[in-house]
């Protein structure tokens, strides 16, 4: 099974600063990764899939990048909503999945 | 628009079983697949197998391998996750998740399902 580690568990950030998480894949998943947000009491919501790909409706202020094992989400410049917490996806050996821990974003 | 509806909260005692429903509508039902993801309270999401809505073949993650079914009505766009000998870590929230083939990217997911496992 692939292991997907996410870091940092949890990242301060203020609003209108850039964040930056990473996503680690125990073996190459080439660009089959996709990353999630999920708020409190609600499904997650796809992001980015492909690695780079925004899904629909998803603001230009997210961005993925990376191959391989690897990866990266930026948001480059924080609105009050984005708070929440983030899962990267690999979906190499489809349709086997597996999601990394998550990271909290929180309010520095 | 895409809509996957789930059935409501359950609460189950151990060594019991549980059907979830996953009922789909905005979308020609046998084009995708549908996976289901759990996540424990306060945990991160777990990856528990996909069934394809055209044919119903299914995938399942190997440790739920024995206790797990899942299935689809396509004459209702429904489809099933049966889950059986329920133990308290089987306590989660269950999302089904629609999928296109040969992606793996779950663009479109159910509200969730709470299901609690106590004695």
């Known amino acids: 099974e692939i292991v997907m580690t996410q870091s940092p568990a949890t990242l301060s950030v203020s609003p209108g600063e850039r964040a930056t998480l990473s996503c680690r894949a125990s073996?190459?998943?080439?660009?089959?990764l996709a990353w999630y947000q999920q708020k409190p009491g609600q499904a997650p919501r796809l992001l980015i899939y492909g690695a780079s790909t925004r899904a629909t409706g998803i603001p230009a202020r997210f961005s993925g990048s990376g191959s391989g094992t690897e990866f990266t989400l930026t948001i480059s410049s924080l609105q009050s909503e984005d708070f929440a917490v983030y899962y990267c996806?690999?979906?190499?050996?489809?349709?086997?999945?597996?999601f990394g821990q998550g990271t909290k974003l929180e309010i520095k | 628009q895409v809509q996957l509806v789930q059935s409501g909260a359950e609460v189950k005692k151990p060594g019991a079983s549980v059907k979830v429903s996953c009922k789909a509508s905005?979308?020609?039902?046998?084009?995708?697949?549908i996976s289901w993801v759990r996540q424990a309270p306060g945990q991160g999401l777990e990856w528990m197998g996909w069934?394809?809505?055209?044919?119903?073949?299914?995938n399942y993650a190997q440790k739920l391998q024995g206790r797990v079914t899942m299935t689809t009505d396509t004459s209702t766009s429904t489809a099933y996750m049966e889950l059986r000998s329920l133990r308290s870590d089987d306590t989660a929230v269950y999302y089904c998740?629609?999928?296109?083939?040969?992606?793996?990217?779950?663009?479109?997911w159910g509200q969730g399902t709470l299901v609690t496992v106590s004695s």
């Open positions: 073996q190459s998943v080439s660009s089959n």
């Open positions: 996806q690999q979906y190499n050996n489809w349709p086997r999945s597996t």
């Open positions: 905005g979308y020609t039902f046998t084009s995708y697949g």
């Open positions: 998740a629609r999928v296109r083939y040969s992606s793996g990217w779950y663009g479109g």
């Open positions: 069934i394809s809505a055209y044919n119903g073949n299914t």
